[in-house]
């Protein structure tokens, strides 16, 4: 069974760059099918896509949030990572890592908490 | 990139059915078979239940059922059952000057009275 694990930092400083790692087991990013992709939710409020990355390592993000975000892979780990530059308190969410296949997010991990806060 | 439009809330007694929509445009709802729901109970992870617009995930009842018409998608939920109630979230594929993107709803509260 796929599992999806976030890593990194619950606390961030205001302009600084919020680093997360998905790690992810039962399955390879290197599978051509799938993307994997960062999804948040602010505290009370709804998801909010930040972007994917397919194997071959092309990404897509989220227009609104293109110049502050990169997602990367690392096979040889199993793990993708996201870093979000000059962050704000209006980063702070829940961020969870996610399988897509299409579009469409069949499998998400549990969820880590981060909060932008000096 | 404005969230696709949901109704904040939807309600409905067990039994019945409810019907919850999920307007966007012709650059993502109205122009791609890639419309998704997700079903999220308090401090849980999101469940998808419906995916391409109507096809269901293994192990999803089907008493959810999705649809599409021009901009507009719609999750329907029949029978409704006490453990349907949570939030409910549409997301579709969507692209904006050549770039690609998925892009969510704001999400429904969908309360069983």
């Known amino acids: 069974q796929l599992q999806l694990l976030e890593s990194g930092p619950g606390l961030v400083k205001p302009s600084e760059t919020l680093s997360l790692i998905c790690n992810v087991s039962d399955d390879s990013i290197s599978s051509d099918i799938y993307h994997w992709a960062w999804v948040r939710q602010p505290p009370g409020k709804g998801l909010d896509w930040i972007g994917s990355?397919?194997?071959?390592?092309?990404?897509y993000y989220k227009p609104s949030l293109r110049s502050r975000v990169t997602i990367s892979l690392d096979p040889s780990k199993n793990q993708f990572s996201l870093k979000m530059t000059s962050v704000t308190a209006a980063d702070t969410a829940l961020y969870y890592c996610?399988?897509?296949?299409?579009?469409?997010?069949?499998?998400w991990g549990q969820g880590t908490l981060v909060t932008v806060s000096s | 990139q404005s969230a696709l439009t949901q109704p904040p809330s939807a309600s409905g007694s067990p039994g019945q059915s409810v019907t919850i929509s999920c307007t966007g445009t012709s650059s993502d709802v109205g122009a791609y078979k890639y419309v998704s729901w997700y079903q999220q109970h308090p401090g849980k992870a999101p469940k998808l239940m419906i995916f391409?617009?109507?096809r269901r995930p293994s192990g999803v009842p089907d008493r959810f059922s999705g649809s599409k018409s021009g901009n507009t998608a719609s999750l329907t939920v029949s029978g409704l059952q006490a453990e349907d109630e949570a939030d409910y979230y549409c997301s579709s594929h969507a692209v904006t000057n050549n770039f690609a993107y998925v892009i969510f709803g704001g999400g429904t509260k969908l309360t069983v009275l």
């Open positions: 990355i397919h194997y071959t390592g092309r990404t």
């Open positions: 391409e617009v109507s």
């Open positions: 996610t399988r897509e296949i299409e579009s469409s997010s069949g499998y």
